[in-house]
């Protein structure tokens, strides 16, 4: 098992169904750990500055997994396991795993380290480069819940569906509207209000706008996107009430 390659490694934890710990691909087993560990030590030994490191730390890395190989084999071999063993190979394995992380982190972050020999090691090759937030492709579509004596109570939910949840990646709806004489007819005639991030929201209205036409309309926004600018949907159809 100590021979297997990291791409061994995974697969054979994908056959399993075995998660691997996403700060330096960790397996759980501690068959694959013997081997992840391994591999690990020895590319290390072999090559430190390779991997940012030095000498001393390659030193320290072979040590602790010595330690564990040790207690591991006398864990597993039938004429040697005992409960005694097997508390010995569980606290080498913690041990290993508390000098280990470290390393394989700083390796992770360094960019010094080509993404070849991060993943030939079994740490994580992180992404540069943040992937934006798509703009909402889905409009939410508005409904009366209350009202009172200037303060209307509106749901928002996207259109054609049951629940009151937002699309992936949006943080709330952009609310805009216009009060007056008469209804408006297009989303460009209205004024924005406010961001609501929670449905049903409230729309407070002045003494005089007691029985004028309120008209709104909505569009689900993201936090962010391309260039760190937050991205707009597509507006929800215009509802138009007269305020009480």
Request: hydrophobic share 45%; aromatic share 6%; with cysteine.
């Amino acid at each position: 098992m100590h021979a297997l390659a990291i791409p061994a490694i995974l697969a054979e934890c994908r056959r399993n169904k075995t998660k691997v710990r996403p700060e330096n691909m960790i397996p759980k087993p501690d068959a694959l750990f013997a081997a992840w560990l391994t591999n690990f030590s020895t590319l290390l030994t072999a090559a430190p500055a390779t991997y940012g490191l030095t000498a001393p730390d390659a030193v320290i890395v072979a040590g602790v997994t010595a330690t564990w190989d040790a207690a591991y084999l006398a864990a597993t071999e039938p004429s040697t396991r005992t409960s005694v063993t097997v508390a010995d190979k569980n606290a080498a394995r913690a041990a290993a795993e508390a000098v280990i992380r470290p390393y394989s982190v700083q390796i992770s972050l360094d960019a010094s380290v080509t993404n070849g020999d991060k993943t030939a090691i079994g740490v994580t090759v992180r992404s540069t480069v943040p992937t934006p937030i798509p703009a909402p492709v889905d409009a939410p579509s508005l409904s009366f819940v209350s009202a009172i004596p200037l303060v209307t109570s509106l749901q928002a939910k996207v259109a054609g569906s049951t629940g009151k949840a937002k699309p992936a990646g949006c943080i709330g709806i952009e609310i805009y509207r216009s009060v007056g004489a008469v209804a408006a007819v297009d989303p460009a005639q209205l004024g924005y209000v406010g961001t609501a991030t929670k449905t049903p929201f409230v729309q407070n209205f002045g003494a005089g706008d007691q029985g004028k036409v309120c008209t709104i309309a909505a569009r689900y926004v993201t936090r962010s996107g391309p260039g760190g600018v937050s991205q707009s949907g597509p507006w929800s159809a215009l509802l138009s009430f007269v305020v009480l």
